[in-house]
């Protein structure tokens, strides 16, 4: 089922509308060009390791002059941290001068692109940033990029027939990225959330999550990252001691903890912002460029709490699915 996957994730990213491969053959078409990346996180983050890695496969064998720098957004989540984290990225984009500056999830265009570069002479190209970016003033002449959206209303359907109601809450990571999922769901959807929680460490997940098991019908558990305390043993077997209700998540390092999942893939987003950067090179301005968001879904069922629900899934789901043991 995994090399299925990666095969539609293939089929979807040669489908994007208004792209042309690279020349990847030929990497002497790129060998003077430098490209600069801001992470914002840290190294072991599974969702941007991810992202970044297939960035980078796609830029090496383009074979441009690249440098990478870290924020670390969910380790250091004050405003002077932050502001630190920002000017270091910034002094070190000064100092290598690149032709083109990629940044990933939203804290880098919130505390980088948009004081220093936003209508500049640098193109910017951003990933992952989630659900909207006009609050920033993007798009503008020298930036585009990925947003990253849950498919949430393909994936309430798919999991109504199996919910005893269609009351649902959010259960995440107290930070910036997990309140603008929180945010955005509802007005997308039009579906308020009967419960809404975001927390700061595990034992306040683990309360939480006891309580909305009576609270709602579907809970949609989106983020653990930020949590220090985050034991993910432990919380696995807590989940299949203690879930009552339908769950349901969209990020890939939360399908062992949800029953049902239309998860993002982080590939997609890298990949997009690697394959644009080098379209950039290639002489196409980014304002020619439209903002994107993602289409590759990898819909993850989680069998041994499906199990443990009594809910048994039609034959062509199952089939279509990763299967979570």
Same mark, same amino acid.
């Given at each position: ?100 500056? %990629? ?55 798919? %999991? ?6 269609? *009351?649902?809450? %959010? ?16 007005? *997308? ?50 989940? *299949?001691?203690?879930? *009552? ?81």
């Amino acid at each position: 089922m995994k090399y299925i996957c990666c095969f539609m994730l293939a089929i979807c990213f040669l489908a994007q509308p208004g792209w042309s491969a690279p020349d990847t053959t030929a990497p002497v078409q790129f060998a003077t060009k430098k490209i600069f990346y801001i992470n914002a996180y840290s190294p072991g983050y599974v969702w941007s390791d991810a992202e970044q890695g297939e960035m980078e496969r796609v830029l090496h064998e383009a074979g441009v002059q690249y440098q990478s720098f870290y924020m670390s957004s969910k380790d250091h989540k004050k405003p002077e941290e932050i502001h630190v984290a920002a000017s270091k990225a910034h002094d070190l984009i000064e100092s290598f001068k690149p032709d083109v500056l %990629i940044v990933s999830d939203d804290n880098p265009v919130a505390h980088v692109v948009v004081p220093w570069y936003k209508n500049s002479s640098l193109p910017v190209v951003f990933c992952g940033v989630n659900w909207d970016c006009s609050h920033y003033g993007l798009p503008c002449t020298n930036v585009t990029g990925m947003l990253e959206v849950s498919l949430f209303s393909k994936m309430l359907q798919a %999991i109504y027939p199996f919910a005893r109601g269609k *009351r649902v809450g %959010i259960l995440t990571d107290n930070n910036e990225t997990d309140h603008l999922e929180g945010a955005f769901i509802p007005k *997308r959807c039009n579906l308020p959330w009967a419960a809404e929680k975001y927390v700061n460490s595990f034992a306040e997940w683990k309360q939480d999550y006891l309580a909305m098991q009576d609270q709602v019908d579907i809970l949609f558990l989106y983020g653990t990252a930020g949590m220090s305390d985050w034991n993910e043993e432990e919380a696995e077997a807590f989940v *299949r001691a203690n879930t *009552r209700i339908m769950t349901c998540g969209t990020q890939y390092y939360m399908r062992h903890l949800v029953v049902v999942g239309y998860m993002k893939s982080a590939e997609e987003q890298g990949h997009w912002a690697a394959q644009t950067a080098l379209r950039i090179l290639s002489g196409t301005p980014p304002s020619a460029i439209p903002v994107a968001e993602n289409k590759v879904t990898i819909l993850t069922l989680n069998m041994t709490l499906a199990k443990k629900l009594g809910v048994v899934f039609p034959l062509d789901m199952v089939n279509l699915a990763e299967l979570v043991h």
